[in-house]
């Protein structure tokens, strides 16, 4: 006899910055069912964006997310600089790059520390915020900030850099490759791990194609999707560097992806600094014409697309964004039916969902009696566990 | 407030990558208004949205980046946006949601990253799709009233912001 249960992730939750609800629809231990309500703090950002000029927008939509705070500028940038046909200097070409690889670097590892920590492996959770440090430095060295860098503008960059402070990125990047190498190797060769993520959370390649998912989740589905080599923009055209991707489509793959990007991410920036030429960093952009282009990004996450259409005017008439989180959080509905409860939140975490992108929390109800079953906390705990009883069995 | 006519139906010559996936559309393109090397804008026959997307899908390394709507003089102008890879071309096609109904038909059932960006449109702007499998509230809270859409043009946001809700009763039980 089947007994349907309903959990409820969301829409609050103390490991969570922000909020997002999603519904889990259990029968025993299998899921059955996912639902996601989103927006509960929905800013209103691309109405918000109509009412300030071409060159206010980038510091407005760099605050969508605090991560991807050099993607979504960059994205909006490059619609505008479609719109207004400006050739960017090559030095602020690159000078883009060096930031945005940056912010992938720290972004992955961050993620890494969080994935680790849902499994029960709180050691990971340390390093890798230990070694997501020095990446921030990096940021304040190169941006004069942690977050929110105000690095875009339309037509090139607001600030260059010195060769010192070039000199300062590359030996702080070039320093955390061995840390991260290390961190790689262990997730690659844990038995635990292989146990734990192999075939938990699998997304087909066809369902990752028809869900629109991109970035690592779409890339360790099979999709050798990557905005960086396909659409180049920035400086990636002119640097070698390689698209990783995995076919299996489970939480490993996913964070296998991650990992080698985090590496490949290092070593794209090595190549940027030493290739990097002299001259102009902004292209002194008068005024924008009527007109409309896309933009998009390969941000840590996936792809940022971004949508601009101009009257002519110094304000936008519309301003689209939209965050890699809202196309892959739609793909749980294909890869979280079937999963054992203690996996759910590793494949929810497996996407890196982002509240600032799309928004989230979560406790689990019973359907009939309406009496809380489990929070995120306890879910964790689950997963936590399951990793447990795999290594004593191994 | 700025108001943007619908652009006239420009047509421009098909050329390249963009202008095969196109001419691949057939007759179901009514209007190109931009066809270069990297990026394609094209109206489409508003009948036939979803055989459109029925075709899109199926070129090889399509998918649906996102869709935009915008308010205009004559409805809701909406674009769904197509990245094709590893070209890295991103064709977007318009459909105008006219009439008083606003409606056009909904491509979620067919492609289903649609699904959550028509009904953000429906939410934000009141445009309908017919068609659409689940078109409950995803960013509106459910108390915020019919018939408000704060991403129109005529929407102020300090005039015409709702009152908030009442506060719900506090729980019986206290959170863990």
């Given at each position: 006899?089947s ?37 509960y ?28 705070s ?50 029960g ?6 390093w ?8 921030l ?55 635990v ?65 991650r ?6 991410a ?19 952009v ?10 998009h990004?390969?941000?840590?996450r ?28 739609p ?27 799309t ?36 | ?16 990558f963009v ?27 508003p ?14 390394g ?16 909406v ?11 991103v ?30 449109m ?11 499998p ?21 929407f ?21």
């Amino acid at each position: 006899m089947s007994h349907k249960t309903m959990i409820n992730i969301g829409p609050f939750h103390p490991l969570q910055e922000e909020a997002e609800f999603f519904q889990l629809y259990v029968d025993g231990e299998r899921v059955v069912d996912v639902d996601v309500r989103i927006s509960y703090n929905h800013r209103g950002i691309e109405k918000l964006d109509e009412s300030k000029t071409f060159d206010q927008v980038p510091f407005v939509v760099e605050r969508v997310c605090g991560i991807c705070s050099a993607s979504h500028p960059l994205a909006y940038v490059q619609a505008v600089e479609d719109i207004a046909h400006v050739q960017v200097p090559e030095r602020a070409l690159y000078l883009r790059t060096i930031v945005n690889e940056l912010e992938r670097i720290h972004s992955h590892l961050l993620w890494v520390g969080l994935a680790g920590h849902f499994l029960g492996y709180n050691t990971v959770f340390m390093w890798a915020w230990k070694y997501r440090e020095p990446i921030l430095d990096a940021l304040e060295v190169a941006t004069g900030s942690r977050v929110n860098y105000a690095n875009c503008k339309i037509g090139g960059v607001r600030r260059d850099m010195t060769d010192e402070q070039l000199k300062e990125i590359d030996r702080l990047a070039t320093e955390s490759y061995g840390p991260v190498e290390m961190l790689t190797k262990a997730v690659i060769d844990d038995p635990v791990l292989h146990a734990r993520l192999k075939n938990v959370g699998v997304l087909s390649k066809a369902d990752a194609r028809a869900y629109g998912a991109t970035g690592p989740t779409g890339r360790g589905s099979g999709l050798p999707i990557d905005v960086r080599r396909d659409d180049p923009y920035a400086a990636y055209d002119r640097i070698d560097w390689q698209v990783h991707y995995e076919e299996s489509g489970d939480v490993f793959a996913k964070a296998k992806v991650r990992l080698l990007e985090t590496l490949e991410a290092v070593k794209i920036i090595q190549r940027a600094v030493r290739a990097i030429p002299g001259g102009e960093i902004d292209a002194k952009v008068q005024n924008i014409p009527p007109g409309e282009a896309v933009g998009h990004v390969e941000a840590p996450r996936g792809e940022t697309f971004h949508y601009v259409r101009s009257d002519g005017s110094n304000y936008p008439v519309r301003h689209k964004v939209r965050a890699p989180s809202f196309n892959n959080i739609p793909t749980f509905k294909a890869s979280c039916i079937g999963q054992e409860i203690a996996d759910v939140a590793i494949t929810l975490a497996s996407v890196d969902p982002c509240y600032s992108c799309t928004e989230r929390m979560c406790a689990a109800v019973d359907a009939e009696s309406g009496r809380r079953m489990f929070d995120f906390a306890q879910l964790v705990k689950l997963s936590q566990e399951k990793t447990q009883r795999l290594r004593r069995q191994l | 407030m700025s108001e943007v006519a619908i652009p006239r139906e420009v047509q421009v010559p098909l050329e390249g990558f963009v202008g095969e996936v196109l001419g691949a559309l057939g007759d179901a393109v009514i209007g190109v208004e931009r066809c270069d090397e990297r990026r394609g804008f094209a109206r489409i026959d508003p009948q036939r949205t979803v055989e459109v997307a029925r075709r899109m899908l199926a070129m090889a390394g399509t998918r649906l980046a996102t869709a935009t709507g915008i308010d205009v003089r004559d409805g809701i102008d909406v674009l769904y946006h197509w990245c094709i890879e590893p070209q890295g071309v991103v064709v977007t096609l318009k459909v105008l949601a006219a009439g008083p109904e606003m409606t056009v038909d909904s491509i979620a059932p067919v492609v289903p990253a649609a699904n959550w960006i028509e009904r953000e449109m429906h939410d934000l702007l009141g445009a309908n799709f017919r068609g659409h499998p689940d078109m409950r509230r995803l960013i509106l809270d459910d108390s915020w009233p019919e018939g408000v859409y704060p991403l129109r043009k005529d929407f102020d946001q300090v005039r015409d912001r709702p009152p908030l809700p009442p506060a719900p009763p506090a729980p019986e039980e206290a959170l863990p």
